[in-house]
DNA sequence: CTATCATTTAGACAGGTTTCAAAGCAGGAG
DNA sequence: CTCCTGCTTTGAAACCTGTCTAAATGATAG
């Protein structure tokens, strides 16, 4: 179609247009790290040492109340984005590395911004 | 071969726990770029040829009205997403590549050896 | 100046989100 | 068994979003 001059640079999302139904399934996973309290959530649980952490101790960070910490990690669970095991009294919780990748895929290689101008 | 490689293992968020303050300000991008209208856009624009994209174009790939689109392309430019510039009539839109990159490198290197090498 | 096309703003409405209090479940301790 | 603690579910209030129609603004042509 075009001569794609500027072909050195592109994000995937600046590749090609993003089809229809791949969006929808993105714009879901975005959807549920866009917010402040589950984005911490995220990287708690991704920092925390072990690979998991219980719910007591991502409670206790928060001024939050327990059942909206608990409604906010069923939005991160729903969307594939954590994993969690109860193991006798503690609940745990831990991250699903192929779903935040796919998010890391969408944005990542946009290379330096040295793009050609106009 | 062993200055700094980052290890196979931790995106950004996965390393540290987000402090709330960069955690308030990702997640009001992330919310800008979650939802498929504004994803498909993004990546229309991003990818159109000679880096920038008239609203007419926009608007006729979606069925959704002309004010719908525009409030759309506004929530991303008042993100820092894309920027706008009017010439004659028509009004053109182009990535702003610093910001998208504060979202690839949120979620960029997570367990993936595939490396850059282009 | 008037007409017309492209885009944005304003106002309104249905539906979804975030949050809390109260109640419900599941394990462990006494 | 009974109680207590940790976590989840439910139900409801306040708020935010996506979409539309109608109207305003900006630019160009006649």
């Known amino acids: ?34 917010d402040p309290v589950r984005l911490r959530l995220l990287s708690m649980i991704g920092s925390h040492a072990g690979g998991e952490a219980c719910v007591c101790d991502l409670t206790d960070a928060f001024d939050l109340t327990a059942p909206t910490i ?10 594939g984005l954590i994993d969690g095991e109860r193991r006798g009294t503690w609940v745990y919780y831990r991250i699903v590395p192929e779903t935040v990748n796919k998010l890391g895929a969408l944005f990542a290689p946009l290379a330096e911004p040295e793009l050609v101008t106009v």
């Open 1 to 34: 179609m075009t001569a794609n001059t500027t072909a050195a640079c592109c994000a995937p999302i600046a590749r090609e247009p993003l089809a229809e139904s791949d969006a929808a399934e993105l714009a879901g996973l975005l959807k549920a790290v866009a």
């Open 70 to 79: 608990s409604h906010h990690l069923k939005v991160l669970r729903t969307a």
